[in-house]
């Protein structure tokens, strides 16, 4: 054991789980040898960055041998999912604006953050780019460590129309006809488009000028959180009236003379129906995400990026309202154009029946507690308290996950970890449904 210790930097990865897998059976169990990891400098191959450690800034990964009360602030580094290790999170909630003055404001969505993280943000009415209904109401939020220097976005949905009918594509383009938002602004009108070719037209221009591309890559659990949320069943969706893509993108680039990386991922749909001689597209960038850190730590929080994504989740009473009032818009443009034009008019009131459609199944999936066949995919499983008998989807990455009742996390994949053993508070332990 000593040589390996002393040779652990030359060890490759699986050889450096079971050296350390070996140091905790011959020191008495998990909670009394820290796993070896290797340097949070190292480059981290993605399909190791399951058990890289989680970065300094992070500050969320805590080592088992951690005392009670200990602050979650630490500078060191611990091997997230391996054994000896935990994750503390807490759930945090951003409202979206209320339907009156009695009640200006609603939780809109929830999810996980590491505990000692700060998070800033919420919905904004009128706070999208363009003038689709459908981007009415615009996410902003952002979540970072206490340093800043890892962070957490979401950004607000684009949605753009086109038809490859020319009669159809001119009365998209006339101002009687034309959609208008918030603003005046108008609902743009552009051709179908791939995912990446949305970042890169759309996204990358707001980054420096000196931002690379380091490489493209589907993100099937986006995908298929998505289309949950569409009520479409699971799988990859590059065929059929409705069509779904997810991407996450690696960059590369220079913020305040410090080098950074990212991960920026973004769900295209694209809504097909007949149009005149052709067909009309209504597509959306859906669930813009980004994951920042410095260079050389970005590998390291990936289980943590995707812990925090599959964690995303509406609130039933705001999908109802929210959609309703976006399907009242599209309702109410069919009706101001159904004397002009009857295809633009049967687009509008198919658009108000999908929302209405999709707010239906939001409020159905969320009454009832299901075995989801796209959980694999996404990542999540349910956990049930055994006090309460309440469900919960959490990561998937984790086997093992307390609460202590004020909406605070931890999760480990250590069977014999105990958290009232090293954090303050009174943990409880849910049961996995399996």
């Known amino acids: 054991m000593a040589c390996l210790k002393q040779n652990k930097d030359s060890l490759s990865d699986k050889c450096k789980q079971a050296a350390a897998q070996a140091s905790r059976m011959a020191a008495g169990g998990a909670q009394n040898a820290a796993p070896a990891a290797p340097s949070t400098g190292s480059s981290t191959s993605p399909a190791a960055a399951a058990d890289a450690p989680i970065a300094a800034p992070a500050a969320t990964a805590q080592s088992a041998t951690a005392t009670r009360g200990s602050s979650a602030k630490t500078t060191g580094t611990s091997t997230a999912g391996a054994g000896g290790s935990y994750l503390v999170l807490k759930k945090v909630q951003i409202t979206g604006p209320g339907p009156d003055s009695a009640h200006p404001t609603m939780p809109a969505y929830d999810l996980l953050i590491p505990s000692t993280w700060k998070i800033q943000g919420g919905v904004v009415f009128g706070g999208a780019v363009t003038g689709c ?46 959609q208008t938002g918030v603003g005046n602004k108008p609902c743009p009108v552009a051709k179908p488009m791939k995912a990446e070719d949305y970042i890169r037209q759309n996204v ?28 479409l069943p699971p799988g990859a969706g590059n065929t059929g009236a409705t069509r779904t893509e997810a991407i996450r993108v690696r960059l590369a680039y220079q913020k305040d003379g410090k080098d950074m990386e990212d991960w920026l991922a973004v769900a295209v749909v694209v809504n097909i129906s007949p149009a005149g001689r052709g067909s009309f597209y209504d597509s959306h960038a859906t669930s813009l995400v980004e994951f920042g850190a410095p260079k050389g730590k970005l590998d390291a929080n990936d289980k943590l990026f995707q812990v925090i994504v599959s964690s995303i989740q509406p609130e039933p009473q705001w999908v109802s309202y929210s959609n309703g009032v976006v399907a009242k818009l599209y309702q109410s443009q069919a009706q101001k154009v159904a004397t002009i034009n009857q295809m633009i008019s049967q687009f509008n009131m198919h658009a108000a029946q999908v929302i209405n459609g999709v707010t239906a199944n939001a409020i159905s999936g969320a009454n009832v507690s299901a075995f989801h066949a796209d959980q694999n995919v996404r990542e999540v499983q349910t956990f049930r308290d055994p006090a309460t008998g309440k469900t919960q989807e959490l990561s998937s990455l984790y086997d093992h996950a307390w609460q202590n009742g004020s909406g605070d996390y931890i999760m480990s994949n250590d069977p014999s970890f105990n958290p009232n053993e090293h954090e303050s508070g009174n943990w409880s332990e849910l049961q996995p449904v399996r």
Do not use: C, M
């Open 204 to 231: 990358l221009k707001v980054y420096p000028s000196d931002t690379k591309v380091v490489s493209v890559a589907p993100f099937p659990e986006l995908e298929q959180i998505v289309r949950k949320r569409l009520g």
């Open 133 to 178: 209904f459908s981007d009415i109401y615009a996410i902003h939020l952002k979540a970072s460590s206490p340093d800043d220097s890892t962070f957490f976005s979401a950004g607000p949905d684009y949605s753009w129309q086109y038809a490859d009918d020319p009669s159809v594509l001119k009365n998209l383009n006339d101002p009687k006809l034309r």
